[in-house]
């Protein structure tokens, strides 16, 4: 049977790029992370600040007011839990409510104490491939060679973490679909995934409704067929030996993973 980690996706934003608001209360978040640890779902991935293109921070104080009762209440409740920021003032406080893994989009880069706070507190974490902020995000959007440049830059994150107290097994890398890549450029990293995998880290792929799928389903697809489109993605990142997935409909995903067991165990 395969091996792989769901992680589920839950904002707590009013501004996500595909489900802002439905879940931006702490009650409707709380139960929303439920549902998907009760679907499938390995991790619960909490965040706090919209990701999506085009997206202004929100700061600090507002991010703590919309994760930490969410992260106190979904660890409390046994789940395995991750803090999606890239502030270290908000892991450190989301770790000492439980969250055992800081999924941060930026690699450490947006906030230097990041790798230090992590380093310290003994979580796991996820490095994302970035190359700058949201609300410019596509400005970097340059490659030659795309999968063996956003290895290159990975290793150098890695190397970096590992310098400042993180062990390597604690380390997860994610090529960050979406994050700085424009259309087919995500494509191609997905299929160049391979230099990704060669790091010898474990692999996290996060293409969960992300526009890039409109190159294949045409424009503004419904969710429905997005959801469709990110578990036929993700199983194939599974197969491919991805460690990981993080999604929104944690259920498409888990049905698509175990299609695929089954295939391969025929």
Do not use: C
């Amino acid at each position: 049977m395969t091996t792989a980690d769901i992680m589920g996706i839950v904002n707590v934003t009013p501004d996500s790029f595909s489900d802002g608001g439905d879940h931006f209360g702490h009650a409707e978040a709380i139960a929303h992370g439920q549902r998907l640890r009760d679907q499938g779902a390995t991790i619960l991935d909490v965040g706090g600040e919209s990701t999506r293109p085009g997206a202004q921070p929100v700061g600090s104080d507002e991010e703590l007011r919309r994760v930490l009762p969410v992260v106190e209440a979904l660890a409390a409740n046994g789940a395995v839990v991750s803090i999606d920021t890239y502030r270290a003032d908000v892991a450190a406080q989301a770790i000492s409510l439980g969250a055992t893994i800081v999924n941060d989009v930026s690699g450490g880069l947006a906030d230097g104490a990041m790798f230090d706070t992590v380093a310290s507190s003994g979580a796991e974490i996820v490095i994302g491939h970035w190359r700058g902020p949201s609300s410019d995000m596509y400005a970097a959007a340059s490659y030659a060679s795309i999968g063996a440049e956003v290895a290159a830059e990975l290793s150098a994150r890695a190397d970096a973490a590992i310098a400042a107290g993180i062990a390597a097994e604690k380390i997860v890398v994610d090529p960050g679909i979406g994050f700085a890549k424009a259309g087919e450029q995500n494509w191609r990293l997905l299929r160049e995934i391979d230099a990704v995998l060669s790091l010898g880290f474990r692999v996290l792929i996060g293409t969960s409704r992300k526009r890039f799928f409109q190159s294949a389903l045409g424009e503004n697809p419904a969710r429905e067929r997005l959801d469709l489109a990110t578990a036929v993605t993700s199983a194939l990142a599974v197969d491919g030996g991805a460690w990981g997935v993080r999604v929104h409909d944690v259920a498409a995903t888990r049905d698509a993973i175990a299609t695929l067991d089954a295939w391969r165990n025929a």
